[in-house]
């Protein structure tokens, strides 16, 4: 076999095993995908009845997050909760891990840490924080780990008398955070 006939079956071993390894030659994520400062925008609005009687929740969050590459997040927030601002840390303990098909999930410990920044008197920010955490939640990446989509795997709440699923999702999507 001449040496030119060897090269090219060497190259078109080393390709097959390429694509055999990766079908759809699709990216291999990991941990490692998901790395730097992510600017974050959640929501939900739902409809619940307790033996308290029926009442709306609306709830949206405004989220820094900080991801170290190797499963571990920090960062800032803003949540609104029905009109009250508060604002709060996604504190230590709060993890991420990504499948080399880009799904993952996301568990943010959450302290709320103020009264409500727009000064409504009345209101206590940080009793929430037993309600909203920790919040876990679903995730894929998208365009190489640039932005990602996130949905509760369970609803919002975590109180001690949630009695069952809602039938709602906190969702939204991060985008990497670029300075100017």
Do not use: W
Not at 154 to 166: E, K, M, Q, R, V
């Amino acid at each position: 076999m001449s040496r030119s006939l060897r090269l090219s079956a060497l190259a078109l071993t080393v390709f097959v095993a390429s694509v055999a390894a990766n079908p759809s030659g699709a990216h291999a994520f990991s941990n490692a995908s998901l790395r730097g400062s992510y600017g974050c925008l959640g929501s939900l609005y739902a409809v619940l009845t307790n033996s308290s009687g029926t009442f709306s929740a609306e709830i949206s969050a405004v989220i820094q997050l900080a991801l170290n590459g190797t499963g571990r997040a920090s960062g800032a927030l803003r949540l609104q909760v029905n009109g009250e601002d508060c604002a709060g840390t996604v504190a230590p303990g709060s993890t991420y891990s990504v499948s080399s098909n880009g799904l993952g999930s996301l568990s943010l410990k959450l302290v709320l840490t103020s009264d409500p920044v727009d000064g409504d008197p009345g209101a206590n920010c940080r009793n929430l924080t037993r309600a909203f955490s920790p919040i876990k939640l679903d995730l894929v990446l998208q365009k190489n780990g640039e932005q990602f989509s996130f949905a509760g795997q369970d609803d919002l709440a975590n109180l001690p008398s949630d009695s069952g699923d809602t039938g709602v999702s906190f969702k939204g999507s991060c985008v990497s955070q670029t300075s100017p």
